[in-house]
């Protein structure tokens, strides 16, 4: 599966964003679908992640209640809504899909990624 991520760009703190991941290839209701971030200078880090029917979403505690994951399997779209963004939030934001497991939010656990989309935030 091909993944394509969009929607950063610069925000000031305390605005929001909404980012998108479009799928193409292989069947994108099939696997759960992540968002990770990178900030420079850092490790890739787990921000979020959904279930394939969407009835299922994790968070990183630093997210969480901000952040907003979801997913429409007819558009093959998963979507995260950044609410309340901070400056510590800047990084490029990464989609991916087909995890090894639920729960282990492990990049390297995650067989397809998207090319990234940065967020940055001014303070």
């Known amino acids: 599966v091909q993944l394509q991520a969009s929607g950063g760009g610069l925000v000031q703190a305390g605005g929001s964003l909404r980012l998108s991941c479009a799928a193409s290839?292989?069947?994108?209701?099939?696997?759960?679908m992540g968002w990770f971030r990178q900030a420079p200078g850092k490790e890739r880090e787990f921000v979020s992640a959904?279930?394939?029917?969407?009835?299922?979403?994790d968070y990183a505690g630093s997210v969480k209640g901000r952040f907003t994951i979801s997913r429409d399997n007819a558009k093959n779209t998963a979507y995260l809504q950044m609410n309340s963004l901070k400056p510590e939030d800047t990084a490029v934001y990464y989609c991916a899909t087909d995890p090894k497991h639920w729960g282990a939010w492990v990049p390297a656990d995650f067989g397809s990624w998207g090319q990234g989309t940065l967020v940055t935030v001014s303070s």
């Open positions: 959904i279930s394939r029917n969407g009835g299922i979403t």
């Open positions: 290839g292989r069947t994108f209701s099939a696997n759960a």
